[in-house]
T-cell receptor, first 115, second 114 residues
Framework: AQSVAQPEDQVNVAEGNPLTVKCTYSVSGNPYLFWYVQYPNRGLQFLLKYITGDNLVKGSYGFEAEFNKSQTSFHLKKPSALVSDSALYFCAVSPHNQAGTALIFGKGTTLSVSS | DVKVTQSSRYLVKRTGEKVFLECVQD?????MFWYRQDPGLGLRLIYFSYDVKMKEKGDIPEGYSVSREKKERFSLILESASTNQTSMYLCASSQTGGRTDTQYFGPGTRLTVL
């Protein structure tokens, strides 16, 4: 079955430190991967996606993600965390052979950045 | 910028009521989606639509129906609301059915069924 896993329910970092939010996937065929962020009582906002090409994808708000095919991972990173980055982060994958259908989401990781 | 709007941010209904959640997008997108978000479960797809009057069931369609009479509007209907349908409901849209398409989300409707 195609799936996405976010192994950490919560990640805590101090402001100014680098952050990583982990995501692993299981999908047949070429993986198309997405990261979204959700601030409290808001909808999801698109951060970035990997389609093909360079394994390091840059996105909004200074975030980037590294695609690693051998480890089937797509970790979200930021060199220096801000308190305002505190939010719920979702990794998602586009299922293979199901054009027009929805994304498969992970269960989400809460990022808490302390000042 | 793509804008997806949902008719209510918060809604409180009684068990057995018929509930309508409305979603409108302003970018002429072909695809629209309804998800349900619950803590620890992430987002789960209820229904999606790839064209006017067309719909497909998602992972958890039981107890829900949908309507898409116009391209920009996608409605989620709870025929007879139950307490286990208390949740956050998120609408999304994407331009085409391609696997690489970005989905854009509305602000969500937090529904409480008493």
């Amino acid at each position: 079955a195609q799936s996405v896993a976010q192994p950490e329910d919560q990640v805590n970092v101090a402001e100014g430190n680098p952050l990583t939010v982990k995501c692993t996937y299981s999908v047949s065929g070429n993986p198309y991967l997405f990261w979204y962020v959700q601030y409290p009582n808001r909808g999801l906002q698109f951060l970035l996606k990997y389609i093909t090409g360079d394994n390091l994808v840059k996105g909004s708000y200074g975030f980037e993600a590294e695609f690693n095919k051998s480890q089937t991972s797509f970790h979200l990173k930021k060199p220096s965390a801000l308190v305002s980055d505190s939010a719920l982060y979702f990794c998602a994958v586009s299922p293979h052979n199901q054009a027009g259908t929805a994304l498969i989401f992970g269960k989400g990781t809460t990022l808490s950045v302390s000042s | 910028d793509v804008k997806v709007t949902q008719s209510s941010r918060y809604l409180v209904k009684r068990t057995g009521e018929k509930v309508f959640l409305e979603c409108v997008q302003d970018m002429d997108h072909e695809n629209m989606f309804w998800y349900r978000q619950d803590p620890g479960l992430g987002l789960r797809l209820i229904y999606f639509s790839y064209d006017v009057k067309m719909k497909e069931k998602g992972d958890i369609p039981e107890g829900y129906s949908v309507s898409r009479e116009k391209k920009e509007r996608f409605s989620l209907i709870l025929e007879s609301a139950s307490t286990n349908q208390t949740s956050m409901y998120l609408c999304a849209s994407s331009q085409t059915g391609g696997r690489t398409d970005t989905q854009y989300f509305g602000p969500g409707t937090r529904l409480t069924v008493l």
